[in-house]
């Protein structure tokens, strides 16, 4: 769409209808709805005089499909009507123009419309009925006034005789006078309240319209920005953002974003807002209830949840992405579940590391025992040869005493070698007992294992049901909220017929009062001295 022009109107067709109201430069958009062929001068000089809040625009009567877009009909024009977002995201609200044309009252509508929306426009509305309701009460107090003042001179020109009549006339007048007064006074104050009631509104909503654009600034930092930096004054507004399903926040030490965390977060950017915390920022740090001591960690907020949940699992980017992906689809009792099953994941890994060790140490201490038998068999054979050669150099021809030193010699090396296989079966028998006890201990773990997760697939089941059940749940409370609305609305409408049809009493009470009184004072005007004088 071109840029708007001072004074310009834009000319709104079926064609252009799209770009004009996607325009969002100004925060109101102000539509005339008529049925002449050239713009108005009034239209053109409430656009020359608002142009810098307001995008103005002109709908003639041939565009039927807008027409019937904003529910007008030929009679009904022209009429002004004020388009404006509304707070729910994705919706606009429209506010109908109900005055004069008058080049003040048309801009002041649109000052109302854009300070505080339709809350502020209704306030505006009652504030002036209620202003010409006192209007016509004092003048129809100044008419009684004015009529009683006639009917005392009347009264007293005519000289009539019949003064209690003109007392109890009078009397009455000045009863209803003071009534009227009394109502008059009354309507003032409620004015009063009105209008400090008005001004409450648009000092809450000015407040609720500022926390809403500190919120939407928070928003669109989440969304432009792949990780962001959270500190203790946007942690609010990052724990309420419910852009995304689930929210990740990094606590750590490092000065920069952790090159896996910046990689979850543009693989996991349609279902999780990632944000990062500094070490420094110990006010946000006692919020989390997160010492500088066990950082990092990485806590998991979901939508509507205040308390986070502490990742425990395998710091992989495989991990991680499965466990967020995983969470997303099952909610909080998923999460739950996976934290527990890595940590059963992470003891089944100690416990096989510990096997491992235990199984490599048995194995060293079997090594050193072979090596320091191979040691004791060595020096044996050394002896063996050492009494060998002692024998050869001692007594060559000394059979029976060779025989002797040979016996003992095989005894001994028998001995040796009973000793040699006994230890080879004593390690043998560990080894294999070692064994036993890591395959038992691994098949332990692994029915653990398939029990924790028969039990996950279980929960995350029931969860699956019990999502189904909430869903079906805030369908009947959305149904019996809209009950509740088109029921609040009949009373509305009910009482304001009432309050409708009491006015219609009181103005027909008060037009029978003025009609009587004239009535009941005519008999005195009619005054008679002949008679007079023969009741004398």
Same mark, same amino acid.
């Given at each position: ?58 709908? $003639?009567?041939? %565009? ?23 707070? &729910? ?33 209704? *306030?505006?509305?009652? !504030? ?9 009460? $004092? ?91 959270? +500190? ?15 929210? @990740? ?9 952790? *090159? ?16 990062? !915390? ?47 992906? %995983? ?9 739950? *579940? ?6 059963? &994941?992470?003891?089944?890994?100690? @416990?096989?590391?510990? +096997? @491992? ?29 050492? *009494? ?114 009491? %006015? ?21 005007? @009619? ?10």
């Amino acid at each position: 769409m071109a840029p708007q022009r001072s004074g310009e109107v834009q000319l709104v067709t079926s064609e252009n209808a799209e770009s004009f109201f996607s325009n969002t430069d100004k925060p109101l958009k102000a539509i005339l709805f008529t049925k002449k062929t050239e713009t108005p001068n009034l239209w053109l000089r409430v656009a020359e005089a608002q142009k810098e809040r307001c995008i103005f625009g002109e709908i $003639r009567d041939g %565009e039927t499909s807008l027409m019937g877009q904003f529910g007008m009909t030929e009679d009904v024009l022209p009429k002004v009507v004020a388009v404006r977002s509304s707070t &729910i995201p994705g919706q606009v609200e429209r506010i109908v123009y109900d005055g004069p044309n008058d080049l003040e009252r048309i801009c002041e509508f649109l000052h109302d419309a854009i300070e505080g929306g339709p809350l502020v426009v209704e *306030l505006r509305r009652e !504030v002036q009925d209620l202003n010409r309701e006192l209007r016509g009460l $004092r003048a129809e107090a100044q008419a009684q006034a004015d009529a009683v003042e006639a009917a005392r001179a009347e009264t007293a020109r005519a000289k009539l005789g019949q003064v209690g009549q003109v007392d109890a006339v009078r009397k009455r007048l000045e009863g209803e006078l003071a009534e009227v007064q009394a109502r008059e006074s009354s309507l003032t104050q409620r004015l009063a309240s009105l209008e400090e009631e008005h001004a409450a509104a648009v000092a809450g909503l000015t407040e609720e319209r500022d926390s809403m654009v500190r919120e939407v600034a928070a928003i669109k930092e989440v969304h432009e920005r792949a990780v962001v930096e959270i +500190c203790a004054g946007n942690y609010p507004s990052f724990q309420r953002s419910t852009v995304r399903p689930l929210k @990740a926040l990094l606590v750590t030490t490092k000065p920069d974003v952790p *090159l896996l965390w910046q990689q979850l977060a543009e693989a996991q950017t349609l279902t999780t807002s990632f944000g990062i !915390v500094r070490h420094t920022d110990a006010e946000l740090l006692a919020l989390l209830g997160t010492p500088v001591e066990t950082l990092p960690r990485i806590l998991l907020y979901a939508n509507g949840e205040e308390n986070p949940i502490v990742y425990s699992g395998i710091v992989t980017f495989e991990a991680i992405s499965s466990y967020l992906e %995983e969470s997303v689809s099952g909610g909080e009792v998923c999460m739950d *579940l996976r934290n527990r099953l890595d940590q059963a &994941i992470m003891a089944e890994e100690a @416990a096989r590391d510990e +096997c @491992a060790k235990v199984l490599k140490a048995a194995e060293a201490s079997a090594e050193e025992r072979d090596r320091t038998h191979g040691e004791e068999v060595r020096g044996l054979r050394d002896v063996i040869e050492s *009494l060998k050669k002692q024998l050869k150099d001692a007594c060559a021809g000394a059979g029976e005493e060779l025989r002797g030193v040979r016996m003992d010699t095989e005894r001994r090396f028998a001995e040796a070698a009973a000793i040699n296989e006994g230890l080879k079966q004593q390690l043998l028998a560990e080894r294999a007992a070692t064994r036993q006890a890591v395959q038992e201990a691994v098949i332990r773990l692994e029915a653990d294992h398939r029990l924790e997760r028969s039990e996950w697939e279980e929960a995350l089941q029931g969860a699956e049901e019990v999502e189904s059940q909430i869903t079906a749940l805030t369908g009947a409370v959305r149904a019996t909220e809209k009950a509740v609305v088109r029921a609040a609305s009949a009373v509305h409408v009910t009482l304001v017929r009432s309050a409708r049809e009491n %006015e219609r009493m009181r103005s027909s009470l008060s037009e029978f009062i003025s009609d009587v009184a004239p009535a009941q004072i005519e008999p005195s005007l @009619a005054y008679d001295p002949a008679a007079a004088q023969r009741m004398a």
